[in-house]
C-alpha cells in the first residue's frame, strides 16, 4: 500500500535605550531593576506579526544584538565553520525513489533556495552522481518574483510505467501555508492547467490522475480555531475548485480534517479522510466508491495506521485497548488485521499483536517496501532495526545486524520499489546511508560522510538522573575524556520533552565545530514528555502533570552540578518550539542553575497561546486556558506571567521568526519586552523569513548558529577565552 497523501502528525520562528551595552551583560548575581506593575494586555500589539511598531521594535532589538554579537572575534569564525558545514557538497544526497530514479532536494552556497533533482540508481551509488535538475527554485523565484520556498512534492501515477505528475509545494518565505502547483515529471514543467490550489494551511491526496481530494481554506468559516481545513472535498481535473464535491465536513472545534488515499498492490485506490478531534486523537474514515457515506475505520482513538503489509493492516496503539471479544492490548503494540476482512465486512477483523516493545523500548516507525516490512525502535534510546513477517502462527520480528549502537532510521522504503535505504549515525560518527537488501538481508554501505569535526579525545557516556518524584531517566553527555570534575567545563545541555517526540544520538557537525571543539560538553536530555519510552512517558507529562517535565530537566542540570562535570556558572541550556516553552519555565524556576538561555521559537504566553495561529490545536499537550482547572495550573507555569523581575535572571538570548505561522513570534516578542521593562539584559534576533525552522536556507542557518553559540561562548566560558 502507497500512502498518497498523510494527515499532520504529530505535524514543527538602532539601540534600545533601556538594554545595556554587550560588556555589562549581567549574570545571576546582578541585582536587576525594579519593574512597574505587569499589565498582560499592554504588550498584544506585540503580536501584530507585521504591525508597523512591532517591527520597528523587532529592528531594534535585531541591530542591536547583532552589533554585539557579530563584533565578537569568535563570531565570524563561527559563521565560516558553519557555512562550511552547511554548504559543503559533502553531504548525504538523501532521495526518494521512484521507477528506478533517486529524487533529492539540494540546497548549498550557488542554489540558495535549492535544486530539485535526480539520477539513476546506479550513478547515485557513485561518489559523483550525474544530476539532472528537475527544477532550480532559485531560478523560479527569480523569473516570478516570489521568495520561494520548497516544502515537498506529493507524487502519482495511475500504474507502472506511467510517467508521475506531482503537486509541488511552495511556500511564501517558509511559512506552513503552500500553494500547490502540478508539475510534469517527464516534461519537467508545470502542467498548463493544471491542478493549483491558493495559498493555505492545506491537504492533497491523490484519487486518480484526473482527481484530488482536497482539504483548503475554502473561505470564511471553513477552518478550524488552530487554522487548519476541516472541509475535504472531491476535485476533478478540468473543474473549478469552488465546485468541488464536498466529501466530509469536522468541526471548528476539531484540530482540523485532511484527505488520505491508499494504492493497493491492485491498484485500487482507497479514498479516505482523518478527523484530527485533538492533537493525540483521531478517527479515520474509508469512502467507499459509488457510495455517499463514509465508513469508520475500526481502530481506537489513539491509534495510527503505517501500512499494509501481506494484507494485513499495520497500525501502532498510543492507548491500552480491549476490543469486545479480543484479547487486550497495550499502549505502545503494533498491531494488525486482514485489510480485506474489514473491506468485505466493514466490521472488526481478528486482530493480531505484531511486536509489543518492552519497557524501556519505543516503536520509532514503520516502513514497508515491496517484498519487505521493517520496524524502527528505540531500547534506552539506543536504535534497532527488526524486519517483520506474518505468518498462520503469528508474526516474527528478527533483529537487522546494524553497524553500531547509535541511531538507526529507514530513509527510504516504499511498497512500489524494493529499494531500501537505512541511515544510521550517533554522536562521534558521520552519518552512513546504507542499502538494505531485502532479498539475502545483507547491508552494505551507500554513501557515508567524511568526519565534519574532530572527535580526537571525545567520548560519550549515559548517566542517570532522579526527578522529584523519584522517577529515574537518562540522559547522554558528550565531552572530553578525562574531563576534571571541577565544575568548570562549558556545558551546553539541550531539552524538548514533548509531543512524544524522540531524541537520540545524532551526529551534529555545526554544535560539534563550534562547541564541542572548543572545549564544551553536549548533554542531551530523555525527559517525560518525549516518546523514548513509549506513550506512557508522553502521557505522564501532559496537562497538570507537565511540572514532571520541567522537574526532570532541573534534575539533569542538579545531576551535572552535583558530578562535579560543571557548575552554573558554566551551565546553560537550549530548546525549540515545545522546548521553548521549557526554556522560559526555567528561566523563572530556576533562575540560578543556568549561566545562558537559548529559547527558540517558543512558546512563552501560556493563557493566550491557544489563540495564537495553531496554538489551540495543542491544548491536549498543555491543557486549555477556557477550561478552569487547567487554566489554574496553566497561571502556575506561563512563563510570560510569572516572571519576577526581582530575581536575579540568567541573560537569555531569544530567537524567532517573523514567517513562523505555527508557533507565534509574539510570544517571543512579549517576553523579551518584559526584561526590557525591567532593565534586564537579553539578546533578541528575529529572522524575517524561515518558518518554524527560523531559517530558510544554508546562509541564514549558519548565521542563527553562529549567534547562538557566539553568545553561549560569551557566557559559558572564562573570560578571555
Known amino acids: 500500500m502507497r500512502h498518497l497523501a498523510a494527515p499532520i502528525t504529530a505535524l514543527v520562528l538602532a539601540a534600545c535605550a533601556s538594554a545595556p551595552a554587550p560588556e555589562t551583560l549581567v549574570t545571576a548575581d546582578t541585582a536587576p531593576q525594579a519593574a512597574a506593575a505587569f499589565d498582560p494586555g499592554a504588550h498584544i500589539w506585540l503580536e501584530e506579526v507585521e504591525g508597523a511598531d512591532a517591527l520597528a521594535w523587532v529592528t531594534a532589538q535585531n541591530e542591536r544584538t547583532l552589533a554585539a554579537l557579530q563584533a565578537d572575534p569568535h563570531y565570524v569564525v563561527y559563521e565560516a565553520a558553519a557555512l562550511e558545514v552547511l554548504n559543503s557538497s559533502e553531504r548525504i544526497p538523501y532521495g526518494t525513489v521512484r521507477d528506478g530514479l533517486v529524487y533529492n532536494f539540494w540546497q548549498d552556497a550557488v542554489n540558495v533556495r535549492g535544486l530539485w533533482r535526480r539520477t539513476t540508481l546506479a550513478s547515485y551509488a557513485t561518489e559523483t552522481p550525474e544530476w539532472e535538475t528537475i527544477i532550480d527554485f532559485d531560478k523560479l523565484a527569480a523569473e516570478e518574483g516570489a521568495n520561494w520556498v520548497y516544502k515537498g512534492a506529493n507524487c502519482f501515477r495511475p500504474e507502472p510505467g506511467a510517467t508521475y505528475r506531482c503537486l509541488v509545494s511552495l511556500s511564501d518565505g517558509g511559512k506552513d501555508a503552500v500553494v500547490n502547483r502540478e508539475f510534469d515529471m517527464e516534461t519537467k514543467a508545470f502542467v498548463d492547467g493544471g491542478f493549483v490550489t491558493p495559498e493555505a494551511k492545506s491537504g492533497l491526496a491523490w484519487a486518480g490522475p484526473d482527481t484530488l481530494l482536497v482539504a483548503t481554506d475554502w473561505g470564511a468559516g471553513t477552518v478550524t480555531e488552530s487554522g487548519y481545513p476541516f472541509i475535504v472535498k472531491r476535485w476533478q481535473r478540468g473543474t473549478p475548485l469552488e465546485a468541488a464535491e464536498e466529501l466530509i465536513r469536522g468541526k471548528e472545534t476539531d484540530v482540523g480534517v485532511w484527505p488520505t488515499s491508499m494504492k493497493l498492490e491492485d491498484g485500487r485506490i482507497l479514498q479516505g479522510a482523518v478527523i484530527a478531534e485533538t492533537f493525540f486523537t483521531a478517527k479515520y474514515f474509508w469512502f467507499p466508491d459509488g457510495e455517499s457515506e463514509a465508513v469508520l475505520w475500526p481502530i481506537p482513538p489513539k491509534a495510527t495506521p503505517k501500512g499494509v503489509y501481506k494484507g494485513q493492516y499495520l497500525f501502532s496503539l498510543e492507548q491500552d485497548w480491549a476490543p469486545e471479544g479480543q484479547a487486550a492490548f497495550k499502549a505502545g503494540d503494533l498491531v494488525s488485521f486482514p485489510l480485506e476482512d474489514f473491506l468485505e465486512t466493514r466490521t472488526l477483523p481478528k486482530l493480531s499483536l505484531a511486536f509489543r516493545p518492552s519497557e524501556t523500548q519505543a516503536v520509532e516507525g514503520v516502513a514497508v517496501a515491496r517484498g519487505a516490512a521493517l520496524l524502527s525502535i528505540i531500547d534506552n534510546v539506543v536504535g534497532k532495526l527488526l524486519r517483520l513477517e506474518p505468518s498462520v502462527d503469528g508474526w516474527t520480528a528478527t533483529p537487522v545486524t546494524l553497524p553500531g549502537t547509535g541511531a538507526v532510521s529507514i530513509a527510504f522504503a516504499d511498497d512500489e520499489e524494493t529499494a531500501v535505504f537505512l541511515n544510521y549515525e550517533d554522536f562521534l560518527t558521520p552519518s552512513s546511508l546504507l542499502n538494505y537488501d531485502i532479498t539475502t538481508g545483507a547491508i552494505t554501505p551507500l554513501k557515508s560522510l567524511p568526519a565534519k569535526y574532530d572527535t580526537d579525545g571525545l567520548t560519550v557516556e549515559q548517566f542517570f538522573a532522579t526527578s522529584k518524584d523519584g522517577t529515574k531517566f537518562p540522559y547522554f553527555i558528550i565531552h572530553r575524556a578525562g574531563m576534571k570534575l571541577d565544575g568548570s567545563t562549558p556545558t551546553l545541555l539541550y531539552g524538548y520533552g514533548g509531543f512524544q517526540v524522540s531524541y537520540g544520538p545524532a551526529y551534529s557537525p555545526v554544535s560539534g565545530r563550534l562547541w564541542l571543539e572548543q572545549g564544551g560538553a553536549y548533554v542531551l536530555a530523555n525527559i517525560r514528555g518525549g516518546g523514548e519510552f513509549g506513550p506512557n512517558w508522553h502521557q505522564a507529562g501532559l496537562k497538570q502533570n507537565r511540572q514532571r517535565v520541567y522537574d526532570d530537566f532541573i534534575a539533569i542540570g542538579e545531576d551535572l ?117 525591567a532593565g534586564l539584559p537579553f539578546w533578541y534576533f528575529e529572522n524575517m523569513d524561515g518558518g518554524h525552522a527560523a531559517a530558510a536556507d544554508q546562509t541564514a542557518r549558519a548565521k542563527r548558529s553562529a549567534l547562538e553559540y557566539t553568545y553561549l561562548r560569551q557566557q559559558l566560558f572564562p573570560k578571555g577565552e
Do not use: C
Open 561 to 677: 552540578v552535583a558530578r562535579g562535570i560543571t557548575s552554573p556558572q558554566h551551565l546553560g541550556i537550549m530548546g525549540g518550539s515545545n522546548g521553548g516553552l521549557l526554556m522560559g519555565v526555567m528561566l523563572n524556576q530556576r533562575p540560578d542553575l543556568w549561566n545562558a538561555v537559548v529559547v527558540q521559537v517558543p512558546l512563552l504566553d501560556m493563557l493566550r497561546y491557544h489563540l495564537l495561529l495553531a496554538g489551540a490545536s495543542w491544548v491536549d499537550e498543555y491543557g486549555s486556558p477556557d477550561v478552569p482547572e487547567e487554566r489554574a495550573f496553566l497561571e502556575t507555569i506561563s512563563p510570560y506571567h510569572n516572571f519576577d523581575a526581582s530575581k536575579p535572571h540568567p541573560v537569555p538570548f531569544f530567537v524567532t521568526s517573523t514567517k513562523d505561522d505555527r508557533v507565534h513570534p509574539g510570544h517571543a516578542r512579549k517576553m523579551a519586552k518584559r526584561f526590557e521593562e
